[in-house]
């Protein structure tokens, strides 16, 4: 069986999106849950996602920052409790500040990277463990 094996009938199956408050993140999530999937949105906007959970019965909120290494771990114990699997896990959390050669601000640069890439390795780490 390949290590990816494609999903075509998402009914049931337990999807996690971090980054799921706005967005491309949202959309996904909600074309998920309309598919039967059992959706687990996070997000730093606790407001964001209660909206999410009150427009799509049965769907979970767990909000953390992106850059919380430890909010990660909190979160995939929960849904791992709640659910006894993760089948699928995506990171669409991203932040963007145009920024001008001549105006560089390192700590800008660095917020980027936190948020697109260092986040991204948080999930990962915490749902590795459960994905394999």
Request: hydrophobic share 50%; charged share 15%; aromatic share 8%.
């Amino acid at each position: 069986m390949p290590l990816n094996p494609r999903i075509t009938d998402w009914k049931g199956r337990v999807v996690w999106l971090v980054g799921a408050s706005t967005g491309i993140g949202r959309a996904t999530a909600a074309l998920l849950h309309a598919q039967g999937a059992q959706v687990i949105v996070s997000a730093r906007n606790a407001t964001a996602l209660q909206l999410f959970e009150t427009a799509h019965a049965g769907s979970l909120g767990l909000a953390f920052v992106a850059t919380d290494r430890a909010g990660f771990a909190r979160a995939a114990q929960v849904i791992v409790a709640k659910y006894g699997r993760i089948d699928l896990a995506l990171y669409c959390a991203g932040y963007y500040k145009a920024m001008r050669a001549t105006q560089f601000d390192l700590s800008e640069a660095l917020r980027h990277q936190e948020v697109n890439y260092v986040g991204a390795l948080h999930m990962l780490d915490a749902v590795l463990p459960v994905l394999l």
